[in-house]
């Protein structure tokens, strides 16, 4: 993602972000309680500004609203993913017992067929993937992820650059320090 | 078990090779195996899809970019997105320390000026 594209999904993210970040002051809450909420309001922000080119947004916001998934949401693919694997199955069962299969190949697919489960979990929404979608929708949501880190980096720099800079200027001048609790770490 | 068609499920030509460590090379069995399933994806857009995704990975994570196994990217891919959470995780944690010492005004001026930049 570079260019235009990173730039637009980037701002767009911040904006977002910073719209949802507003609820996370409620002075109430506990650090861990906030810290969930600013998560939530990250992966929100990134869904939202990721839009329809993939499957992961939607899936993401919709276990940050706590409504699970049903089968119902995506039609499309689970039939598909099924009806892959049973028509696969048939088709090659007899095939299954041929000896030449040398075990070095054996653990290669195994290998692979438990890591793509692995996968599956880490992507938004990727059990209802078949594998292709899957390394497709995996490539996009790494790439979306540098990009949430990098802005989220960028605005706690920013933020912390900003406390920091304010209290010894206040200080000098011999007013109240308002941020003098030491907490620039 | 053990028709094994369900490493990444598409292939109508998926066959004993596929994905292997000792043969990538799957030429010989592509039209050999060749069946008229529904969907014609190949060996070989397989293989493209896995080795663009090693292309995403840190350089640190794999030697070099020679041809690596996809089950290492595979691996790697899994591991490379759990530490990418991690740090979502982190770095919200610390914005949610700042945001309590801060008020909003100046975690809209730092988002700003981190649009900015």
Known sequence: MRGPTAKSFKQGFLRSFLVSLKSCRNGDMSLQERKRAVRSSADAAMATARGGGAMWPQALLASSSSSPPTSSSWPRLLPTAAKVKTTRCKSTARRCCRPKRSSSEMIARRLVRKRTKILRGMVPGGELLDGVSLLREAMDYVVHLRAQVAVLRRVSNAMHHMAGAVAPRVQLKGETAQLSDGNQG | ?117
């Open chain 2, 1 to 117: 078990m053990g028709c094994g068609c369900q490493m990444i499920e598409e292939t109508s030509q998926h066959h004993d090779t596929a994905e292997s460590d000792t043969d990538c090379e799957m030429s010989s069995r592509r039209s050999r195996s060749r069946q008229s399933g529904s969907s014609r994806i190949t060996d070989e857009q397989i293989s493209d899809l896995v080795s663009k995704l090693q292309d995403l990975l840190p350089e640190a994570r794999l030697r070099g970019n020679d041809r690596v196994p996809s089950s290492r990217v595979l691996q790697e891919t899994c591991s490379y997105i759990r530490s990418l959470h991690r740090e979502v995780d982190d770095l919200s944690e610390r914005l949610s320390e700042l945001l309590a010492t801060s008020d909003m005004s100046t975690a809209q001026a730092a988002v700003i000026r981190s649009l900015l930049m």
